[in-house]
């Protein structure tokens, strides 16, 4: 490919992530806020409008929902989805709080699926969304089952960005909540990318013993006390478990 292609690709999904992130735009706004033509970012709208990923309403542009098509067949493809079968909503039950399912793509923690129990905070947690590893407890879940040299490498790339007051930012101190993780079969995050609410994972590995993803339950610190994030940690772990079995038969 060559580098005009490359540019074309890359403005093409520049303008698709505005739209996404900050809703109908004009062509004029969105060629102010991304710096760019007003002449090209129009000629890449009309172009993406042809692929049904882009419409019209009158003078704003938005995305279509053919991104939820793609999204929802990508899911159905993902063996860790198959095989969470109804864990996932027996966990939201269970817990009564907010149960998602994560992987781990290009360095982040990435939700694929989302349930939410009778007591749940809308935590505005849908599938496709991303977030550091390092500050979540499903991505410590499953750094703390990635080789070191792995762990160590993403830390490279992508530092430790302090996403709340609370989140770890020094590595010598993560490694060490990583190797608790990995011996108590689960992880918790305290405020560390939502203030006020603790989340706990459980780490989904295969027969092979490779992270495959994690099952995290979410809820307010107020009512995830000492003994309820134990409770809560045992239920996640079971499902982890099941799921891990599930695989064998996906």
Same mark, same amino acid.
């Given at each position: =490919?060559?580098n *005009?292609?490359?540019q074309s690709?890359r403005?093409?999904f520049?303008l698709?992530?505005e739209l996404a992130?900050?809703?109908p735009? &004009?062509?004029?706004?969105l060629?102010?806020?991304?710096d =760019?033509p007003?002449?090209?970012?129009?000629?890449?709208? *009309?172009?993406? !409008? #042809?692929?049904g990923?882009? #419409?019209?309403d009158?003078t704003?542009?938005?995305?279509t929902?053919?991104?939820?098509e %793609?999204g929802?067949? *990508?899911?159905h493809?993902l063996e860790?989805?198959?095989?969470v079968?109804d864990?996932?909503e027996?966990?939201?039950?269970? #817990? &009564?709080?907010h149960?998602?399912l994560?992987?781990e793509?290009?360095?982040q923690?990435v939700?694929?699926?989302v349930q939410?129990?009778p007591?749940? !905070?809308?935590?505005?947690?849908?599938?496709g969304?991303? =977030?550091?590893?390092h500050a979540t407890?499903p991505g410590?879940?499953?750094?703390?089952?990635?080789?070191r040299e792995?762990?160590t490498?993403i830390?490279d790339?992508?530092g430790?960005?302090e996403?709340t007051?609370?989140?770890v930012t020094?590595?010598?101190?993560?490694?060490?909540?990583l190797?608790?993780?990995?011996g108590?079969g689960?992880?918790?995050?305290? &405020?560390?990318?939502?203030?006020? =609410? %603790?989340?706990?994972?459980?780490? !989904?590995?295969?027969k092979?013993?490779?992270?495959r993803?994690?099952?995290?339950?979410?809820g307010?610190?107020?009512?995830?006390?000492e003994?309820?994030?134990t409770? !809560?940690?045992?239920v996640?772990?079971?499902?982890?478990?099941?799921? *891990?079995?599930?695989?064998?038969?996906?």
């Amino acid at each position: =490919m060559t580098n *005009q292609s490359n540019q074309s690709v890359r403005r093409a999904f520049t303008l698709v992530d505005e739209l996404a992130e900050n809703g109908p735009r &004009g062509v004029s706004e969105l060629a102010n806020d991304l710096d =760019m033509p007003v002449s090209t970012v129009h000629d890449y709208l *009309q172009a993406l !409008i #042809t692929t049904g990923y882009v #419409t019209k309403d009158d003078t704003d542009y938005r995305t279509t929902t053919r991104f939820l098509e %793609v999204g929802h067949r *990508q899911c159905h493809r993902l063996e860790v989805y198959k095989a969470v079968s109804d864990e996932l909503e027996t966990v939201a039950e269970e #817990t &009564g709080e907010h149960a998602t399912l994560l992987i781990e793509e290009d360095d982040q923690a990435v939700i694929v699926a989302v349930q939410e129990g009778p007591d749940a !905070i809308n935590l505005f947690a849908y599938p496709g969304a991303r =977030m550091p590893l390092h500050a979540t407890a499903p991505g410590k879940a499953m750094l703390a089952h990635m080789p070191r040299e792995r762990v160590t490498e993403i830390i490279d790339r992508h530092g430790l960005v302090e996403v709340t007051p609370r989140t770890v930012t020094d590595p010598d101190v993560l490694f060490e909540q990583l190797e608790e993780v990995h011996g108590k079969g689960y992880a918790i995050d305290v &405020g560390e990318r939502i203030a006020g =609410m %603790v989340c706990i994972a459980a780490p !989904i590995r295969d027969k092979e013993d490779r992270i495959r993803g994690a099952i995290c339950v979410c809820g307010p610190r107020s009512r995830l006390d000492e003994d309820r994030r134990t409770e !809560i940690a045992d239920v996640a772990k079971r499902a982890a478990n099941v799921t *891990q079995v599930n695989l064998d038969y996906v």
